[in-house]
DNA sequence: AGAATAACCCGAACGC
DNA sequence: TGCGTTCGGGTTATTC
């Protein structure tokens, strides 16, 4: 599942294979994949010259040389495949568009990922109500207080609610708690400033360090050819459930948090 | 306002 | 072995 650090790759990856290119034709097979909201068809792209690449939040966005953007969340499963032939759909191909000597197949084992064609990228964004970036200057401990100070949900929910931080996914959110040695079920509300601070510092740690290892890969995600084979070597939490815990050896213990997997230590992460 | 829940999908894991 | 059921994952919409 593609979080900040995986689709900040994927951007990399892009950027490098499609910039200054120009889309010669693209197809879009499975409708539902486009926003409603998405100002344009995907058939308005064929044409357009890759300029920009950016991410905001697990978010990626492709700016053209006309001033249109393509949006796309990848969610759980979306991914690129680029290849240097023609090459037939896979099973679950659901968009497909060639650039000078690459083609490019999209897939989405699930349909879940979303995409729009659009031209105001700001006013795109004021409708998803996203938070700050983990890496922005203006994350404080300040801003967490009041953001969380009428939070009674768990803290592991209120991490992954983008409105906050943008970018933390159910992997990393696990991730950031361990190292932070707070309880996952802890309410928000009830973190210390030095918990906060703890909270924004670990979740730089953990993020940049996962950017670096050219994102986690897990299950049926790949982020793009070329980068295929990443495997997680460094995960704590995430999937370790039953195993030894790594600071202290106690068996990692799994537990639902607003629905969602859970893995902590009991001892490490005390409520 | 915040919080809980359903919906979207389908392969994998699970239960019998 | 085979079949039916449950689960999970991010986000949005809906309801309380």
């Not at 659901?94 to 084992?109: P, Q, S």
């Not at 006013?123 to 203006?138: I, R």
Request: charged letters at 30%; proline letters at 3%; hydrophobic letters at 35%.
């Amino acid at each position: 599942m593609p979080e900040l650090p995986e689709v900040e790759t994927i951007k990399n990856v892009l950027e490098h294979n499609l910039k200054n290119k120009t889309i010669e034709w693209i197809r879009l097979d499975y409708a539902p994949l486009l926003e409603s909201k998405s100002e344009y068809k995907i058939q308005d792209l064929s044409g357009l010259t890759f300029k920009g690449f950016q991410r905001r939040g697990k978010y990626l966005i492709f700016n053209f040389d006309n001033g249109m953007s393509w949006v796309v969340h990848l969610r759980m499963e979306g991914k690129f495949h680029l290849y240097k032939e023609e090459t037939n759909p896979a099973k679950h191909t659901h968009l497909m568009f060639k650039v000078d000597d690459t083609y490019v197949h999209y897939l989405d084992t699930r349909k879940f990922s979303r995409m729009a064609v659009i031209k105001d990228l700001d006013a795109y964004f004021k409708t998803k109500n996203l938070g700050y970036e983990p890496f922005d200057e203006a994350l404080s401990v300040s801003f967490l207080k009041e953001r969380f100070k009428n939070r009674k949900r768990a803290i592991k929910s209120v991490l992954l609610d983008q409105s906050h931080i943008t970018g933390i996914g159910n992997i990393y959110a696990d991730e950031i708690l361990f190292r932070c040695k707070i309880h996952p079920e802890k309410p928000a509300f009830t973190l210390t400033d030095k918990q906060l601070e703890s909270i924004i510092d670990n979740t730089i740690i953990v993020l940049k360090k996962a950017i670096e290892e050219g994102g986690t890969t897990i299950r049926s995600y790949t982020s793009s050819l070329g980068v295929t084979g990443l495997f997680q070597v460094s995960l704590k939490a995430y999937g370790r459930e039953g195993l030894p815990c790594t600071e202290c050896q106690t068996s990692m213990t799994r537990i639902k948090v607003g629905g969602r997997s859970t893995v902590f230590c009991e001892k490490c992460q005390k409520e």
